[in-house]
């Protein structure tokens, strides 16, 4: 399940594109954001985990291997297998993409390998959003190219499905949207139509929860990831203000620094004089030695002869 970290890298990633894509709608980042973690949350997440840049992300995100039940059960769209694919036209190319997109994503993803093990399986929903195979026929260029793979490529797809979604449920005027309403436009999207007297337990039920409850979780935790505002254009961002433990360590520290520099220069002075005293010592003591020398030696005086 996609979490609160999940959720900040999505938008530090493609905010600024989805609030382009939304302007002018009822629409909002928070929604989408919630769609990204239900429609690919147990593959985009871990993916990024994994070191994966952003680009390879977008191309992993494949899934949904459910075919058609030989009891009746199971998917009820085109193609409901590999055999009904097949049929298309550029069909056997599409599966090849489908089938190696599958491969590739479960090469990360642990929890797809045992689909990946048979060779008739492959994907049937495509980019971060999941747009559904059975739309190959309207658009086959989104698939063969790889089209999903470009993140602005699969919000338009996204949008514009949404966008339809508002209309059946004569929302598109709403200036926003309270979260029950976007909880329900999620559930029209998965299904086709919303009941508002069935609230939240509509969609695709996974053995615990129905789809619009935990799209309505991940719209709570995508809510909760609120990207920092930009600083306004040609403003150095603003420096935060120290504390005063901070400000006094500081002076502390210029003090210090000051004593330590006068100490040095003092030291510096005492010992030029030094040298300077020491130099003219040195100068004179050879003057002195040199009048010692030139001096003459005192002759002692003669006595005179005693005589008898």
Same mark, same amino acid.
């Given at each position: !399940?996609?979490?609160?970290? %999940?959720?900040?890298?999505?938008?530090?990633?493609?905010?600024?594109? /989805?609030?382009?894509?939304?302007?002018?709608?009822?629409?909002?980042?928070?929604? /989408?954001?919630?769609?990204?973690?239900?429609?690919?949350?147990?593959?985009?997440?871990?993916l990024r985990r994994q070191g994966l840049p952003t680009a390879r992300i977008l191309e992993l995100c494949v899934g949904d291997t459910i075919d058609?039940?030989?009891?009746?059960?199971?998917?009820?769209?085109?193609?409901?297998?590999?055999?009904?694919?097949?049929?298309?036209?550029?069909?056997?190319? !599409?599966? %090849?993409?489908?089938?190696?997109?599958?491969?590739? !994503?479960?090469?990360? $993803?642990?929890?797809?390998?045992?689909?990946?093990?048979?060779?008739?399986?492959?994907?049937?929903? =495509? #980019? $971060? =959003?999941? *747009?559904?195979?059975?739309? =190959?026929?309207? %658009?086959?260029?989104?698939?063969?190219?790889?089209?999903?793979?470009?993140?602005?490529?699969? *919000?338009?797809?996204?949008?514009?499905?949404?966008?339809?979604?508002?209309?059946?449920?004569?929302?598109?005027?709403?200036?926003?949207?309270? %979260?029950?309403?976007?909880?329900?436009?999620? $559930?029209?999207?998965?299904? #086709?139509?919303?009941?508002?007297?069935?609230?939240?337990?509509?969609?695709?039920?996974?053995?615990?929860?129905?789809? #619009?409850?935990?799209?309505?979780?991940?719209?709570? $935790?995508?809510?909760?990831?609120? !990207?920092?505002?930009?600083?306004?254009? #040609?403003?150095?961002?603003?420096?935060?203000?120290?504390? @005063?433990?901070?400000?006094?360590?500081?002076?502390?520290? @210029?003090?210090?620094?000051?004593?330590?520099?006068?100490?040095?220069?003092?030291?510096?002075?005492?010992?030029?004089?030094?040298?300077?005293?020491? @130099?003219?010592?040195?100068?004179?003591?050879?003057?002195?030695?040199?009048?010692?020398?030139?001096?003459?030696?005192?002759?002692?005086?003669? *006595?005179?002869?005693?005589?008898?």
């Amino acid at each position: !399940m996609p979490n609160l970290q %999940d959720a900040l890298w999505f938008k530090s990633q493609f905010q600024p594109a /989805i609030e382009r894509a939304v302007a002018g709608t009822p629409l909002n980042v928070d929604m /989408i954001t919630a769609f990204a973690c239900q429609e690919t949350g147990e593959i985009w997440p871990a993916l990024r985990r994994q070191g994966l840049p952003t680009a390879r992300i977008l191309e992993l995100c494949v899934g949904d291997t459910i075919d058609a039940s030989p009891t009746g059960g199971g998917r009820r769209a085109f193609p409901k297998n590999k055999a009904e694919l097949l049929t298309a036209a550029d069909g056997q190319r !599409m599966f %090849d993409v489908a089938r190696q997109g599958l491969v590739d !994503m479960a090469s990360y $993803i642990p929890a797809y390998r045992g689909a990946a093990s048979r060779p008739e399986k492959f994907c049937h929903g =495509f #980019g $971060i =959003f999941q *747009l559904d195979l059975q739309f =190959f026929k309207v %658009d086959p260029a989104y698939f063969l190219d790889k089209r999903y793979a470009d993140f602005d490529a699969a *919000l338009g797809k996204c949008t514009g499905e949404l966008q339809s979604v508002l209309k059946r449920l004569g929302w598109q005027t709403k200036a926003s949207l309270t %979260d029950q309403e976007c909880a329900g436009i999620a $559930i029209a999207y998965n299904t #086709g139509r919303y009941d508002p007297a069935k609230g939240l337990k509509q969609g695709y039920f996974d053995g615990a929860k129905y789809y #619009g409850e935990n799209y309505f979780a991940y719209l709570q $935790i995508a809510r909760s990831a609120q !990207m920092p505002a930009p600083a306004p254009r #040609g403003m150095p961002p603003r420096r935060k203000k120290a504390g @005063k433990a901070v400000v006094k360590k500081t002076i502390a520290k @210029k003090a210090v620094a000051t004593r330590t520099a006068v100490k040095k220069t003092v030291a510096k002075k005492t010992a030029v004089k030094k040298a300077v005293a020491k @130099k003219a010592l040195a100068k004179k003591a050879p003057a002195k030695r040199a009048v010692a020398r030139k001096a003459p030696a005192k002759k002692a005086p003669t *006595l005179p002869r005693a005589t008898k």
